[in-house]
Each structure stands twice: as C-alpha cells, then as structure tokens.
C-alpha cells in the first residue's frame, strides 16, 4: 500500500458525461500527479499540482482539467466524455515540487470505461 | 520533444535466466532517471539514477546510468515468475522549465517456471 488513495475504483458511464476522480496523496505529500494508461498508448503524464498551484501540463486535452486543493487532495475532471478515454486514471503523489529529486508514489487507479 | 525508448518490448524468459532491459532518452535538462515495476496494479519504484548516483543495487536488480549514452540498463539475475510486469523507465521534468514527466512504453517481462 503506497499510501495513495484514489476513488471511485472502477468507473462505468456513457460518452458525452462528466465524471470527477479523487485523489489523496500521502501524509506529508505536496506533490500530486496525474497520469492516463491506455492499453495502446503507454503511462501518459497529465498534469502535476504542487502545494495547491499547478506546476507541469502533459498532454492533458481540454475536455479534461484537474485541481488541487488546500487540504493537498486533487480531482481530475473528464468533461465531453469519449470512447477513446476509457483507460486506467492513476494518481501519485511526492514529497518535493520536482521529479526529479524524489520518487513518486502510485495510488491503486481508477478504471474508467465509456460505453 | 523528450523522448524516452525502452527495449525490448517483451522478453519471455525461463526461471533463473539473467535479464537486461534497456532504457534511452533524449531530454533537455536531465536530472535523473527512474525504474519502475508495475504488476498488475499501480507501478512501484525501483531505482532512481541521477548524475551523482549512476549506480544502484537491491538484491536481484541492479541497474547502471550511463550519461555518455543517454542510456540506462537495468539488470535482474536469478528470474523469478514473480518478476513478471511491466519495466517501465521515466524521466521526470525539470519542474523550472516545465517540463512532462516522460515514461517509457515499458517492457514486459514474462518468467515461465
């Protein structure tokens, strides 16, 4: 358990919806990052949020859009929703504003699929 | 644009064989670069390399940076079937430059007993 926790754990909705993931990092995690997995595309970076400010932008569409609050919990909102964005939602969280200075932690994911 | 290339893809071996997978980037600003397993759930940290530590250990794994290359490999000896995941490599941003945070498509491992 990496301390990472995510909700809901799997997710089943129609296109065109609009679905909300949660996330919450670690104690003492300041870091929260987001990142898409699909069967054909690989472990895509989305975004990462810092201490409540956004501080890297992957390729995130702009159906999608994600925020973190003062509490260092985060949600990612997929709007528009498409068949293409079925994959699996996972969210990680780290101590430091930059990758490259420390691990990241990897919470369970949540599996969203769109019929 | 970073790019972050993984090889081989899939590797099947037999219980005991010894295991390299490979790991190439091209990325402004290197900092580090990291491994990770992923089974069937989330990816879990392996080794993070960085210029002052090119070099790290952990039982089976063992993996090697190599800044003149753009490379990094990472070793497993002695397989075990629960060895078997996805390798994957990545190289996270330099957050002043805003930079992705670039994964590798990661390679599968299958260890048959």
């Known amino acids: 358990d990496s301390g990472v926790t995510q909700t809901p754990k799997h997710l089943i909705t129609a296109t065109g919806q609009r679905v909300t993931l949660r996330c919450s990092p670690r104690?003492?995690?300041?870091?929260v990052y987001w990142y898409q997995q699909s069967l054909d595309q690989g472990l895509q970076f989305l975004i990462q949020?810092?201490?409540?400010?956004?501080?890297a932008k992957g390729n995130i569409l702009e159906r999608f859009s994600a925020q973190q609050f003062p509490d260092l919990h985060s949600e990612l909102n997929l709007s528009s929703l498409e068949l293409g964005d079925s994959a699996l939602y996972f969210c990680?969280?780290?101590?430091?504003?930059?990758?490259?200075?420390?691990?990241?932690?990897f919470g369970p994911g949540t599996r969203l699929t769109v019929l | 644009e970073d790019k972050v290339v993984q090889s081989p893809l899939s590797l099947v071996v037999h219980e005991g064989d010894t295991v390299t997978l490979n790991c190439s980037y091209e990325?402004?600003?290197?900092?580090?670069l990291l491994w990770y397993k992923q089974e069937k759930k989330a990816p879990t940290f392996l080794f993070m390399l960085?210029?002052?530590?090119i070099e790290k250990k952990s039982g089976r794994l063992s993996s090697i940076l190599d800044k003149k290359e753009l490379s990094s490999i990472l070793n497993i000896t002695a397989t075990q079937t629960g060895d078997s995941a996805i390798y994957l490599c990545?190289?996270?941003?330099?957050?002043?430059?805003?930079?992705?945070?670039?994964f590798g498509p990661g390679t599968r491992l299958s260890v048959l007993p």
């Open positions: 990680a969280s780290s101590i430091h504003p930059g990758g490259g200075s420390d691990e990241q932690f």
């Open positions: 104690s003492g995690d300041l870091s």
């Open positions: 949020y810092y201490n409540g400010e956004e501080r």
């Open positions: 990325v402004t600003n290197f900092r580090s």
């Open positions: 960085t210029s002052s530590g």
């Open positions: 990545a190289v996270p941003p330099e957050y002043n430059y805003g930079q992705n945070f670039v």
